[in-house]
């Protein structure tokens, strides 16, 4: 990071800044594990929506996740082909369904009998078929912070194996809907690749309910959630994709024919991004310094929500350590970066790099005090 210390000093604090070298070898390397066994992947939107980045993921050849109509009017605009978007979420509304339809995506990932009925009625008012995925809720607990589980029976994400029965007859009905697929996921920042190899267990017992009830469906598609590694960004860049893949193509038993879709959002976008601020004012505290930089949980919420961490690097200064709380300025006491970090000694105008933030950052930011949104910089 400190290579880059001269072009940060050009530019106005806050910002993001992508190194897009690291994008792109990330995006190679899930490109060539993802191919061993022709996997399908969609990026997962949510995670960072910039134009450039959408390109860059598009260029490789992957797909796109959207869990919005404006994530999927972003993935057309920048070049995703409509045959390669999934559209998930809970509560897809009328407009969003009509966007869908319109861009004639590939799949709806869709989430309950209610919102069947909604596609169903839409895509028989514009004369067509809408594909869908069923996603189902697996109930199984990944061991990730309780805010990001997503497959467990109290979440509200996901159809229940005990309404398939249900599901299967409104499909009945429902003559505009075609399924296509089913879809899990568990959850996000997961690391230990045993919740993904459980995963694998419970969708084969859910494939073998399905073909017990004589349906065999294209393609299965298990989501995101692969994690990185927060606290060593520069050892751990890019996440172990062989290990993760040979997870699904160890432990998945697919049909002849039937295709592998995954969903990954964090692992392939967190560590090319940094947050860089500078230092307002250092203050002396009781037990500690603070160190008050002019990013905010309005940049960065994950610390303030989910009690994460992100690594903290003083670009400039080289000095002894000293004890900092990092804290933006926002009028809020979770408004904290980290407490009683070991940081060379530190004075105004310094500049701070807080580390992996290419996914879940940017996308995450708010306005909240009338803040100017962060700008974002590329490496190239
Ligand atoms: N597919 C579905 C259905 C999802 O809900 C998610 C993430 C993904 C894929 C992508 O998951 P990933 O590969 O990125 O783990 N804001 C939180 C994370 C929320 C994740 C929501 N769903 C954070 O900052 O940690």
Same mark, same amino acid.
């Given at each position: 990071m400190k290579e880059h210390l001269n072009t940060f000093e050009q530019y106005k604090t806050p910002f993001f800044w992508y190194d897009v070298t690291l994008l792109e070898n990330t995006l190679k390397t899930i490109k060539t594990e993802s191919d061993k066994y022709g996997y399908h992947v969609h990026y997962a939107v949510k995670a960072n929506a910039n134009q450039p980045i959408l390109r860059k993921i598009e260029e490789i050849g992957f797909g796109a996740d959207c869990v919005s109509g404006n994530e999927v009017l972003a993935s057309v605009q920048a070049g995703f082909s409509h045959d390669k978007i999934v559209f998930a979420g809970v509560g897809k509304s009328d407009d969003e369904i009509n966007i869908g339809l319109d861009t004639n995506i590939f799949c709806f990932n869709v989430e309950s009998i209610p919102e069947m009925e909604v596609i169903n009625?839409?895509?028989?008012?514009?004369?067509?078929?809408?594909?869908?995925?069923?996603?189902?809720?697996?109930?199984? /607990?990944? !061991?990730?912070h309780h805010y990001i589980t997503t497959g467990l029976q109290e979440n509200k994400f996901g159809i229940n194996m005990w309404e398939m029965e249900d599901v299967l007859s409104a499909l009945e009905r429902l003559k505009s809907?075609?399924?296509?697929?089913?879809?899990?996921?568990i959850g996000s920042q997961i690391n230990n690749l045993d919740d993904f190899k459980g995963l694998c267990l419970r969708a084969n017992e859910i494939q073998e309910w399905f073909y017990k009830h004589q349906i065999i469906v294209d393609h299965v598609n298990v989501g995101g959630g692969l994690?990185?590694?927060y606290d060593n960004p520069d050892a751990n860049a890019i996440p172990n994709f062989e290990a993760y893949f040979k997870v699904f193509s160890d432990h998945l038993k697919l049909r002849p024919k039937q295709e592998l879709h995954f969903e990954l959002g964090r692992a392939v976008v967190g560590q090319c991004g940094s947050l860089i601020t500078k230092v307002?004012?250092?203050?002396?505290?009781?037990?500690? /310094?603070? !160190?008050?930089?002019d990013a905010g949980m309005t940049e960065l919420i994950r610390p303030a929500l989910y009690q994460a961490t992100h690594k903290i690097e003083n670009l400039t200064s080289?000095?002894?350590?000293?004890?900092?709380?990092?804290v933006g300025p926002i009028c809020e006491s979770s408004d904290c970066f980290g407490k009683a970090l070991m940081l060379p000694e530190t004075q105004r105008n310094d500049i701070i790099a807080l580390r992996s933030t290419g996914a879940y950052g940017e996308v995450m930011a708010s306005q909240y005090n009338l803040r100017t949104l962060a700008k974002a910089y590329y490496s190239k």
């Open positions: 009625e839409l895509a028989a008012k514009k004369g067509k078929i809408a594909k869908i995925a069923l996603r189902i809720n697996p109930n199984v /607990n990944a !061991a990730t809907l075609q399924l296509i697929g089913i879809h899990f996921h994690g990185i590694d307002l004012y250092v203050k002396k505290g009781v037990e500690t /310094n603070f !160190a008050i930089v080289n000095k002894a350590e000293n004890r900092y709380d990092v």
